[in-house]
């Protein structure tokens, strides 16, 4: 897939698997392997260029939270709840407010955006 093709409502995506590889989702479609080795830990990070004037950090719809539910589900049905870390009450999908020069963010930090962006004629 050609990101350059991305068009408005598209979906993005990336998921940490269990074995370190970080996967690169577009509108659910799981596109391989971006990087091996991965933190567990780790920050998402959104360059705005070209073309791309906004991003929002969006829910996932119903259909889509049933099956990482069902994932994790049976992943974790080897392991006690002893064993699990407590879950932090913070919401993670946002994003950070130090950026660019040329972008803010906004919308409760779900949203980045370049104001002064012109969409091409």
Same mark, same amino acid.
């Given at each position: ?16 698997? =269990?074995?370190? &590889?970080?996967? %690169?989702?577009?509108?659910? $479609? ?7 080795? /991965?933190?567990? *830990? ?27 539910? =069902?994932?994790? &589900?049976?992943? %974790?049905?080897?392991?006690? $709840? ?7 009450? /913070?919401?993670? *999908? ?28």
């Amino acid at each position: 897939f050609n990101l350059d093709e991305l068009r408005v409502g598209d979906r993005i995506g990336m998921m940490r698997k =269990t074995n370190g &590889n970080l996967h %690169l989702y577009i509108n659910g $479609l799981d596109q391989g392997v971006a990087a091996t080795k /991965v933190p567990s *830990l780790m920050w998402g990070v959104v360059d705005l260029y070209g073309m791309t004037v906004k991003v929002t950090i969006v829910d996932r719809d119903e259909r889509e939270e049933h099956n990482l539910i =069902t994932r994790r &589900n049976t992943a %974790l049905r080897d392991y006690t $709840l002893n064993d699990l870390p407590e879950e932090d009450s /913070v919401d993670r *999908l946002m994003f950070h407010p130090k950026c660019g020069g040329h972008a803010a963010v906004i919308n409760n930090a779900r949203t980045a955006h370049r104001p002064n962006s012109r969409p091409r004629q």
